[in-house]
C-alpha cells in the first residue's frame, strides 16, 4: 500500500502538478443597492453568484496550477468589461445582456482580482470588483474585500455624472460590503480561530485609497503581497493595503481574547459620523 | 472607617507594585495647549507625567528593556470622555489592550492599571482608543521605545549597533477638529456606537515630533551626527495620511526593522513609505561633514495627491572617532556658545583657498565670516555679530571651494 501510494505520488510530480484541476464557474453582473452602516442606500453593482443581487461580490477558490474556466453573464443593459489583475491580459468586453467565458490558468499562490475595467475605474469603484484565491492550503481561511466610498458619488456616477477624483473623500469603508458591527456577522470576515492554529487571512482593496491596517494582539506574517514581492516574510501589526493590491497574512495566536482590528487612518473606523463603524472588526480566538 | 479604606488600598496597591520593573504615571487632560506653526495656541487632549505640565502632542516617550515588567497608571483628571492607553504593537492581552468595551476604560478622576512584558526590542506607540478617531487627533498620543534586555544602543539583541538615534513621528492637526464642540463631544459609555461630529479632516499642520514649518529649526531639531557615526532613525505615523520618507543618497539608507521586528533580509532604500500605525526602523552613515535633510512627505490617502513637506536637518560635524580625523584642515571655534564675538582658529597644513560662511541650520548663509582667500599655517580669525539672534548655527569651511568641515555654534 505504502509502495503503491508513493509511486502514485511520484508519478505526479514528474508530470509537474499535483492537484491540477479544472474550474468551471460563473459570475453575474447584477445591479443594486448598498445599503450603509446608516441607512443610506447608494447604486452599486457586483459579482454575484446567481442573478440576485448581494452586496458582497462572489470569491472564486482554485488550487495552484488549476484552469479556471469563468463565464461572466452581464445582466446590465450596458456592456461591461472585464480583466484579472496581475496577469497577462484576461480582458475583455460582455455585451448588454450577453455571456463570455474567459479561460484561465493560475500556478501560483496569490490573490488577484477580477474587475471591471470599463469606464475605468467607474464600474469597479461601483462595486465590480471580487477576489480569485489561489492557494492549495486546507487550514481556517478568512477574506477581506474591503473598499472604501463616498455614497454620493456612486449615484452621480451611476447617473453617467463625471466626478474629479483628486477631490474623493469617502465617507464609508467596508469590508465584504460591510461595516462594523455587521461585518462580525460575516464568518468569512470574522476571525474566530483557537490559540495555535494557522489562519490565513486573503485582504484585497478593491476601493481606491490605500489602508493601513492594524491587528489588536498579534504580529502576523506577510506570506504573499501582489505589489511588494520583497515584503513576503515580514511580521508586522500594520499592513498598508494600496487600491488594487492584494496580500496573505499568516496569523498563529499565541493568546486568547477579543481583539479588534481596523485601519488606522482613523477617519475610516468612521461612517456616517457614527464610531466605530467603518472599516474594524473583532477576532475571537478561544 | 474612610481612612481605614483608603490605607487598605493603599497598601493592596503597594503590594501588586511590588514586583514591577518600571511604573509609569500618565495623566489624560482635556486641557492641552499647542502652539501651532503660525503662533496660535489650539486646544488639546494629551498625556503628561505631572498634573504642572501640560500634557504636549505628542506625549512623553516612554523607554523600557525588554523583558522589563511594566506598569501604566493611567489617571483620568479631565472632566469629560473616559479615557484609555492601547500599547500598539506590543501584543498585550486583552485586559491591558485598551479598547472600551474589551478592556477597560478610565473614567474622570479614576485611575486604570496597564500591565505588561516589554516584548521584543523596538519601536511602538501608546494612545488613547475612545473615539480614537477624535482622541487621536486631539493629540493623546506617544512613542513607546523598548531597548535591547541589557539596555545597550543595538537595534535589538543580537542587532545592529547605534552610535546615535532619533525618533521622527508624523502626524497632523487640523484645528477644525481642535474645536470644544468636537473635543468635548457628548459620550455615553454604556454604548459601543458613538454619533458623533466628525469633520472633513484637512489639516493646516503637518507635524513632525510635534512641530512643523518654522518651529523645526526655532526648537532645533536635527539628526545631530558625525562622519563615520551609525545612525538608527526611527519612522513613525500616527497620522492620517501617507508618508514619504527621504534620505539623502549618501546617508546609503538600509530598512532593517518595522512594527518592532526585524526584517528577514535588509531592505536598501533612500525612501521609505509610512502608513498610519507603522513603524520602520533605518541605518544609516553620513561620509562627510556637512548639512543634509531628511524630506518627509505627506500625502492624501484617498487621492495620493501631495499635501505638505517638511524637512528635518543632518548636521555632520567631526568625526565618530578621532583616529578616523584624517584631514589636512582643522577648525576651532571658541569661545562656544558665546555671546557677541567668537574667535575661529583654523590649521592648513597646505596653502588653498579658504572661505568661512556662518549658517542657519537650513543651510542660508547668514554671513560670510571669511571671503576667499588663498591662506596657509595657523590661522585665527576674530567675527563678531552683536545683531545675531540666539539659536544654533553652522561655522561653516570651504577649501577651494568645496564644503570641508561645520562646526556647530551656539549664540546665547
Ligand atoms: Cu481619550
Ligand atoms: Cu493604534
Given at each position: 500500500m505504502l509502495h503503491k501510494a508513493f509511486v502514485c505520488i511520484l508519478t505526479l510530480h514528474l508530470f509537474g502538478w499535483s492537484h491540477a484541476a479544472v474550474v468551471y464557474d460563473t459570475v453575474y453582473i447584477n445591479k443594486g443597492l448598498i445599503t450603509m452602516v446608516d441607512g443610506s442606500n447608494h447604486d452599486y453593482y457586483s459579482f454575484n453568484a446567481t442573478t440576485t443581487f448581494e452586496t458582497t461580490n462572489k470569491r472564486i477558490e482554485i488550487g495552484l496550477g488549476d484552469s479556471l474556466y469563468l463565464a461572466i453573464v452581464n445582466t446590465d443593459a450596458v456592456v461591461h468589461g472585464f480583466d484579472v489583475t496581475n496577469t497577462s491580459s484576461y480582458s475583455t468586453n460582455i455585451p448588454a445582456t450577453d455571456t463570455v467565458e474567459v479561460p484561465m490558468k493560475f500556478e501560483d499562490l496569490g490573490v488577484y482580482i477580477f474587475y471591471d475595467n470599463a469606464n475605468y475605474p467607474n464600474f469597479r469603484y461601483l462595486g465590480l470588483g471580487g477576489m480569485i484565491v489561489v492557494d492549495d492550503f486546507s487550514g481556517t481561511q478568512f477574506y477581506w474585500n474591503i473598499k472604501d466610498h463616498e455614497g454620493d458619488w456612486n449615484d452621480s456616477l451611476d447617473a453617467g455624472w463625471t466626478v474629479d477624483w483628486n477631490d474623493y473623500y469617502p465617507d464609508y469603508f467596508t469590508i465584504n460590503g460591510y461595516s462594523n458591527p455587521l461585518i462580525n456577522d460575516d464568518p468569512d470576515a470574522r476571525i474566530v480561530g483557537s490559540v495555535g492554529e494557522t489562519m490565513r487571512i486573503y485582504i484585497s482593496n478593491t476601493g481606491e485609497g490605500i489602508h493601513s491596517l492594524h491587528f489588536h494582539g498579534y504580529h502576523l506574517n506577510i506570506l504573499y503581497s501582489s505589489k511588494y514581492p520583497n515584503h513576503v516574510g515580514r511580521s508586522k501589526d500594520t499592513f498598508p493595503i494600496e487600491s488594487m493590491e492584494t496580500l496573505i497574512l499568516e496569523l498563529v495566536p499565541d493568546k486568547v481574547g477579543e481583539y479588534p482590528v481596523h485601519d488606522h487612518n482613523l477617519v475610516a473606523v468612521s461612517g456616517g459620523n457614527i464610531y466605530p463603524n467603518g472599516m474594524f472588526l473583532t477576532m475571537l480566538i478561544e | 472607617m474612610k481612612n481605614w479604606f483608603?490605607?487598605?488600598?493603599?497598601?493592596?496597591?503597594?503590594?501588586?507594585?511590588?514586583?514591577?520593573?518600571?511604573?509609569?504615571?500618565?495623566?489624560?487632560?482635556?486641557?492641552?495647549?499647542?502652539?501651532?506653526?503660525?503662533?496660535?495656541?489650539?486646544?488639546?487632549?494629551?498625556?503628561?507625567?505631572?498634573?504642572?505640565?501640560?500634557?504636549?502632542?505628542?506625549?512623553?516617550?516612554?523607554?523600557?528593556?525588554?523583558?522589563?515588567?511594566?506598569?501604566?497608571?493611567?489617571?483620568?483628571?479631565?472632566?469629560?470622555?473616559?479615557?484609555?492607553?492601547?500599547?500598539?504593537?506590543?501584543?498585550?492581552?486583552?485586559?491591558?489592550?485598551?479598547?472600551?468595551?474589551?478592556?477597560?476604560?478610565?473614567?474622570?478622576?479614576?485611575?486604570?492599571?496597564?500591565?505588561?512584558?516589554?516584548?521584543?526590542?523596538?519601536?511602538?506607540?501608546?494612545?488613547?482608543?475612545?473615539?480614537?478617531?477624535?482622541?487621536?487627533?486631539?493629540?493623546?498620543?506617544?512613542?513607546?521605545?523598548?531597548?535591547?534586555?541589557?539596555?545597550?544602543?543595538?537595534?535589538?539583541?543580537?542587532?545592529?549597533?547605534?552610535?546615535?538615534?532619533?525618533?521622527?513621528?508624523?502626524?497632523?492637526?487640523?484645528?477644525?477638529?481642535?474645536?470644544?464642540?468636537?473635543?468635548?463631544?457628548?459620550?455615553?459609555?454604556?454604548?459601543?456606537?458613538?454619533?458623533?461630529?466628525?469633520?472633513?479632516?484637512?489639516?493646516?499642520?503637518?507635524?513632525?515630533?510635534?512641530?512643523?514649518?518654522?518651529?523645526?529649526?526655532?526648537?532645533?531639531?536635527?539628526?545631530?551626527?558625525?562622519?563615520?557615526?551609525?545612525?538608527?532613525?526611527?519612522?513613525?505615523?500616527?497620522?492620517?495620511?501617507?508618508?514619504?520618507?527621504?534620505?539623502?543618497?549618501?546617508?546609503?539608507?538600509?530598512?532593517?526593522?518595522?512594527?518592532?521586528?526585524?526584517?528577514?533580509?535588509?531592505?536598501?532604500?533612500?525612501?521609505?513609505?509610512?502608513?498610519?500605525?507603522?513603524?520602520?526602523?533605518?541605518?544609516?552613515?553620513?561620509?562627510?561633514?556637512?548639512?543634509?535633510?531628511?524630506?518627509?512627505?505627506?500625502?492624501?490617502?484617498?487621492?495620493?495627491?501631495?499635501?505638505?513637506?517638511?524637512?528635518?536637518?543632518?548636521?555632520?560635524?567631526?568625526?565618530?572617532?578621532?583616529?578616523?580625523?584624517?584631514?589636512?584642515?582643522?577648525?576651532?571655534?571658541?569661545?562656544?556658545?558665546?555671546?557677541?564675538?567668537?574667535?575661529?582658529?583654523?590649521?592648513?597644513?597646505?596653502?588653498?583657498?579658504?572661505?568661512?560662511?556662518?549658517?542657519?541650520?537650513?543651510?542660508?548663509?547668514?554671513?560670510?565670516?571669511?571671503?576667499?582667500?588663498?591662506?596657509v599655517g595657523s590661522v585665527s580669525i576674530e567675527y563678531t555679530n552683536p545683531t545675531l539672534a540666539s539659536g544654533v548655527y553652522l561655522i561653516q569651511m570651504r577649501v577651494n571651494d568645496e564644503v570641508r568641515l561645520n562646526r556647530k555654534i551656539i549664540k546665547n
Open positions: - | 483608603v490605607v487598605i488600598v493603599l497598601f493592596a496597591g503597594m503590594q501588586l507594585h511590588a514586583q514591577m520593573d518600571e511604573e509609569v504615571l500618565l495623566i489624560a487632560r482635556n486641557t492641552g495647549e499647542k502652539v501651532v506653526a503660525n503662533g496660535d495656541t489650539i486646544r488639546t487632549m494629551g498625556f503628561a507625567f505631572s498634573l504642572g505640565e501640560n500634557p504636549d502632542v505628542p506625549g512623553p516617550t516612554l523607554e523600557f528593556n525588554e523583558g522589563d515588567s511594566v506598569e501604566i497608571d493611567l489617571w483620568n483628571v479631565s472632566q469629560g470622555a473616559p479615557h484609555t492607553i492601547h500599547l500598539h504593537g506590543l501584543d498585550v492581552d486583552q485586559e491591558n489592550d485598551g479598547v472600551p468595551h474589551l478592556s477597560f476604560d478610565v473614567p474622570h478622576m479614576e485611575h486604570g492599571y496597564y500591565k505588561f512584558k516589554a516584548p521584543h526590542a523596538g519601536t511602538y506607540l501608546y494612545h488613547c482608543h475612545v473615539v480614537s478617531s477624535i482622541h487621536v487627533q486631539a493629540g493623546m498620543y506617544g512613542l513607546i521605545i523598548i531597548h535591547p534586555p541589557d539596555g545597550s544602543k543595538t537595534t535589538w539583541d543580537g542587532g545592529y549597533p547605534y552610535d546615535i538615534s532619533m525618533s521622527l513621528l508624523m502626524s497632523e492637526i487640523d484645528t477644525i477638529w481642535h474645536n470644544d464642540t468636537i473635543l468635548l463631544h457628548d459620550h455615553d459609555p454604556d454604548v459601543e456606537v458613538h454619533e458623533v461630529e466628525l469633520p472633513v479632516y484637512d489639516p493646516q499642520y503637518y507635524l513632525v515630533n510635534g512641530l512643523s514649518d518654522g518651529q523645526i529649526p526655532e526648537e532645533n531639531m536635527a539628526l545631530n551626527t558625525s562622519v563615520g557615526a551609525v545612525n538608527y532613525v526611527r519612522l513613525i505615523n500616527l497620522g492620517y495620511k501617507g508618508n514619504r520618507v527621504i534620505f539623502p543618497a549618501e546617508f546609503d539608507a538600509e530598512i532593517v526593522a518595522s512594527d518592532g521586528r526585524p526584517f528577514p533580509t535588509v531592505e536598501n532604500s533612500d525612501t521609505v513609505y509610512i502608513y498610519p500605525g507603522e513603524r520602520y526602523g533605518v541605518l544609516g552613515t553620513m561620509p562627510a561633514e556637512g548639512l543634509n535633510s531628511i524630506t518627509i512627505e505627506y500625502f492624501d490617502l484617498n487621492t495620493a495627491e501631495l499635501e505638505d513637506t517638511q524637512e528635518v536637518p543632518i548636521v555632520t560635524e567631526g568625526y565618530v572617532s578621532t583616529t578616523e580625523l584624517a584631514t589636512n584642515y582643522e577648525l576651532l571655534v571658541k569661545p562656544n556658545p558665546f555671546e557677541n564675538s567668537f574667535s575661529i582658529e583654523a590649521d592648513l597644513k597646505e596653502k588653498s583657498e579658504i572661505e568661512i560662511v556662518l549658517l542657519d541650520l537650513r543651510g542660508n548663509i547668514i554671513d560670510v565670516i571669511q571671503k576667499p582667500k588663498k591662506m
